[in-house]
């Protein structure tokens, strides 16, 4: 039986992932305990704690709340710009041929052999994906914007 040489390449790199991984630890904890040897503590009493709201500027906690949001949605974003993307150009190649095109349906509806979107559709279709999300960051950042001055200013809640 002849042996697969990338099966093993990829076993090596796994183990070694693996040590990697499970010792990355190591340097983490001796420095907590060097830290506590040094102001002659117990290990137990070193404890974290919460981060309070006026260490972070309300900026910078905005720009971490849109990338998260922008982060996220993502995927989302990028499945239904791709399945926007597919009904799309289903649409476009029937109407410039006039007959419906089953080769280029989408999803499901067409067979499993037909043309493949090419690296600029890709392309097009990540941009897609990308320009979505950070849209859906954008509204999301608008309306908290919004609920802070409505909060803020009762008055103008109108």
């Given at each position: ?88 150009r289903f649409g476009y190649y029937s109407a410039q041929s006039g007959e419906i095109r089953g080769d280029y349906a989408p999803l499901f509806f067409g067979p499993t052999t037909g043309p493949r979107f090419d690296q600029d559709e890709q392309r097009n279709v990540l941009m897609v994906g990308v320009s979505l999300s950070l ?24």
């Amino acid at each position: 039986m002849k042996r697969n040489h990338l099966g093993s390449t990829h076993r090596i790199a796994a183990v070694t992932l693996l040590v990697l991984s499970t010792t990355m630890a190591f340097p983490f904890g001796t420095a907590a305990r060097l830290y506590a040897q040094q102001l002659n503590l117990d290990e137990s009493e070193i404890v974290a704690e919460p981060y309070r709201p006026e260490e972070f500027p309300r900026p910078l906690l905005d720009a971490r709340r849109f990338t998260i949001i922008a982060g996220g949605a993502f995927p989302v974003t990028m499945f239904f710009g791709g399945l926007f993307y597919e009904f799309a150009r289903f649409g476009y190649y029937s109407a410039q041929s006039g007959e419906i095109r089953g080769d280029y349906a989408p999803l499901f509806f067409g067979p499993t052999t037909g043309p493949r979107f090419d690296q600029d559709e890709q392309r097009n279709v990540l941009m897609v994906g990308v320009s979505l999300s950070l849209l859906v960051a954008l509204l999301d950042f608008t309306l908290g914007r919004i609920e802070a001055h409505r909060t803020e200013n009762p008055s103008s809640a109108q």
